[in-house]
C-alpha cells in the first residue's frame, strides 16, 4: 500500500457547476482515489431538500480556474510531499483531452456523500498519466448558495 493523502475543502459557498476536486498524478508516480466525503452545512429541513448531481471524470488535460490549489496531506506525518497537484472548488471546469465519464451519482444534500473505493473491490479509479486529470465535477449549480464541505482520499503508488 502507498502513501495516503487528503485533500479538502472547508465552508465554501457554493452557488455554480464547479470541479471540487481536480487531481493530476505526478511524473512517474500513479495514484487511486481511495475515498470522497461531501457535506454541505447550510440548509437544513424538508423545504430545503435538494438532489446535487456529480460525476467523476478523466482524462482532461487543462486545470480548472476560479478555485484554489491547496496542498495534499499525508495521513502519516512522516511521509513525504505527495507528487501529485491538486485543485478544488474551481468554477471555470477542466476541459480538452479526451474525457472519460467514470462514475455519475447523486446525493441528498442532508445526508451529503461518502464514497469509499476500497482495492478488494478492485474498482478504485487509478490516475497514471501524469498532468491527466480526474475530477469531480458538480453537474448544476445548487437551487440556493450552499456552505460545502468536502475530502478526497488518494493514495500515492
Request: charged content about 20%; some cysteine.
Amino acid at each position: 500500500m502507498g502513501r495516503v493523502y487528503t485533500v479538502e475543502f472547508e465552508g465554501v459557498a457554493v452557488t455554480a457547476i464547479q470541479d471540487l476536486f481536480a487531481i493530476a498524478p505526478g511524473a512517474q508516480k500513479p495514484c487511486a482515489i481511495v475515498g470522497v466525503l461531501i457535506a454541505q452545512s447550510s440548509d437544513v429541513g424538508d423545504a430545503a431538500e435538494e438532489i446535487l448531481r456529480i460525476r467523476f471524470i478523466r482524462g482532461h488535460t487543462t486545470a480548472g480556474s476560479g478555485g484554489t490549489a491547496p496542498t495534499p496531506q499525508p495521513l502519516d506525518d512522516q511521509d513525504a510531499a505527495a507528487t501529485f497537484t491538486a485543485r478544488v472548488n474551481d468554477t471555470t471546469i477542466a476541459s480538452l483531452g479526451t474525457a472519460e465519464n467514470l462514475i455519475s451519482h447523486a446525493f441528498n444534500i442532508r445526508t451529503g456523500l461518502e464514497l469509499w473505493f476500497p482495492p478488494e473491490a478492485r474498482c478504485r479509479i487509478d490516475l497514471v498519466i501524469a498532468g491527466n486529470r480526474l475530477v469531480v465535477r458538480l453537474l448544476a449549480a445548487p437551487v440556493d448558495a450552499l456552505t460545502m464541505s468536502g475530502t478526497i482520499f488518494v493514495e500515492e503508488c
